[in-house]
């Protein structure tokens, strides 16, 4: 028995009325074709077809991503200063977790007028409850770490479970670590990303088990490496020229590592040969049967895909789904759940439809942060409730009769079916997730997605040393030479990233790795290091090309840094590595 009636007969006309044939997104104006497989998923979730391309929806839901994003705020009752994720200029305030997860916010409760703009008045809602200002999964020791899984000694580090390591984003079981996106078993590694088992490493992208190496790319059980592209088995390589150990010794002894103008220039060498010499698959996928899109391992059925792993099966257009996630649609962020649609980050959850970050709940729609909770209807902060709409509690009967005309108002004015507007994001737009990890322009939110326009630096978000700081020295004053770096002299002053448009200091421990590691100091704010890193990764925006082998068409992974380069199709990469590698 249907308990929203109204809505169903309403819904249910338009998708009889829908038909496969080529569309323009409402907010961005780029064309897609709308197929009979994406009608399907609406048929399924009992919802209208989007006015928006797949493309936007993923830049609209994740620019509710935090990404590398660290800022002051303010605690929600006492005002004291909190170093968390969510800006300040979003209008959003904080609570550390434990203090969060001990309120109940069933007293924000208030009426929704069905007739009126439904997103309106959510946001008046959303700007009375507050945020978990960590979200840690484990608490951090002697860290400075969000979404922390268990970090002991770190700093500046998301999503990680790491030891004495610094400014790293989604790394499991990292150690003596600095810059590093997106691996696990990183030992003694500095500047890596998509990598994995790595041990005493240096500027690494794409490889697995290697060990005592700098600058690979798509490299396999590799050592004594210095400069090596798609290459397997393989040592004491020199910029893919093979040494005899004698003389790969002698050469890299002479390497110092302790001038920025010496990285710099190698730097731009490994850049080179990956543009110029180096070989990229079609995808990074492995075990994806039957699916398609990038970095996916150990899928099934997966179409149009992202950054998938460990059983996920039976999805369209989901991107960061793990751990069994199933059956769902246009999501981004989807972590053990099932049967979700148009929702970012549900973390093991079922039947939700245009949620944001909610735990252990089904049936939930158009709510933010709520757990355990279910059939709940416009609600922020919940810990579970049932039956509540715009966090006020309603018998069972009351709560549907007041779905059923919510969502046929929501439907009449075009509302019902599309997530959040970016406006209601707790991220700076241009570091979101929409930008860092599926390649939206940086200017996209301002212009066509109706995101919130504030700078950096507004509203105290430097924090109360960093902010009232004059003085600031620049980038440029920062010596090349580690020898001539000073940490009496640099640490804790406040420097100026003009590209950035941010300031920064040096911490005690970030100096401490640099001279253990003989590496010259970053002239580069922390968080715009981490972006570089991450960019040079292939990113969740496809395109078509064709192998520059045999030319067959083939679908790609748009990667910002690296425009330039040569792509085969898997048979023709295979081919390659055969001979080549």
Request: charge should be negative; proline fraction near 4%.
């Amino acid at each position: 028995m249907s308990h929203t009636p109204n809505y169903d007969a309403k819904v249910q006309a338009i998708l009889d009325a829908a038909a496969p044939g080529e569309r323009t997104c409402a907010l961005t104006g780029e064309k897609w074709m709308m197929t009979d497989e994406e009608i399907g998923w609406y048929k399924k979730f009992n919802v209208p077809p989007s006015s928006r391309s797949p493309m936007t929806r993923w830049w609209v839901m994740s620019s509710f991503f935090l990404a590398e994003q660290w800022w002051w705020n303010k605690h929600a009752e006492t005002g004291k200063p909190l170093l968390t994720f969510i800006h300040p200029a979003t209008g959003l305030r904080v609570l550390p977790d434990k203090e969060w997860y001990e309120k109940d916010f069933i007293e924000k409760g208030r009426d929704v007028d069905a007739t009126q703009p439904f997103f309106p008045q959510l946001r008046e809602l959303q700007l009375t409850v507050p945020l978990l200002s960590e979200k840690n999964i484990k608490e951090p020791e002697n860290s400075i770490a969000r979404f922390s899984f268990g970090d002991v000694n770190s700093y500046f580090v998301m999503g990680c479970r790491s030891r004495d390591s610094l400014f790293s984003d989604w790394v499991l079981d990292e150690e003596n670590t600095s810059e590093a996106w997106n691996g696990t078993s990183i030992n003694r590694c500095y500047n890596v990303a998509d990598s994995f088992r790595l041990f005493d490493c240096k500027f690494v992208r794409a490889s697995l088990d290697c060990l005592s190496s700098t600058f690979l790319f798509d490299c396999r059980n590799c050592e004594f490496c210095f400069g090596a592209s798609n290459k397997r088995n393989k040592k004491y390589l020199w910029w893919n020229e093979q040494l005899t150990k004698e003389e790969w010794e002698k050469r890299r002894a002479e390497v110092d590592f302790s001038s920025r103008e010496v990285l710099q220039k190698y730097g731009e060498q490994f850049h080179t040969m990956i543009r110029e010499q180096s070989i990229w698959p079609e995808n990074f996928n492995d075990q994806a049967e039957g699916s398609t899109g990038e970095y996916l391992n150990k899928v099934t059925r997966v179409k149009n895909g992202f950054t998938c792993a460990n059983g996920v099966q039976d999805c369209f257009w989901v991107s960061y789904a793990t751990e069994n996630a199933r059956d769902s649609a246009f999501c981004a962020g989807l972590f053990t759940s099932q049967d979700c649609y148009g929702s970012t980050n549900p973390a093991q959850c079922s039947e939700m439809l245009f949620t944001y970050n909610c735990q252990t709940s089904q049936n939930l729609e158009y709510c933010i942060q709520c757990m355990g909770s279910e059939n709940c209807f416009g609600c922020v902060g919940l810990n579970r409730k049932k039956f509540c709409i715009f966090n006020k509690q309603y018998s069972e009967q009351e709560y549907w009769q007041r779905v059923d005309e919510l969502k046929c108002h929501m439907l009449d004015r075009g509302e019902y079916g599309e997530f959040f507007p970016v406006s209601m994001s707790p991220a700076y737009f241009p570091d979101s997730g929409a930008v860092i990890y599926h390649g939206a322009p940086p200017d996209l939110g301002r212009t066509k997605l109706g995101a919130l326009d504030f700078e950096p630096e507004a509203e105290g978000a430097m924090g109360p040393d960093l902010s009232g700081a004059t003085n600031m020295k620049r980038l440029s004053d920062i010596p090349d030479r580690l020898d001539d770096f000073d940490e009496a002299a640099w640490l804790g002053v406040p420097i100026y990233d003009a590209s950035m448009r941010r300031r920064f200091a040096f911490i005690a421990p970030e100096i401490q790795f640099y001279k253990t590691h003989r590496l010259a100091p970053p002239a580069r704010h922390f968080v715009g290091r981490i972006h570089d890193l991450i960019r040079e990764s292939n990113m969740g925006r496809f395109e078509s090309t064709h192998c520059a082998k045999c030319s067959t068409e083939i679908t790609v992974a748009f990667n910002h840094i690296h425009t330039v380069r040569t792509v085969y199709c898997k048979a023709c990469y295979l081919q390659y590595l055969e001979k080549n590698g």
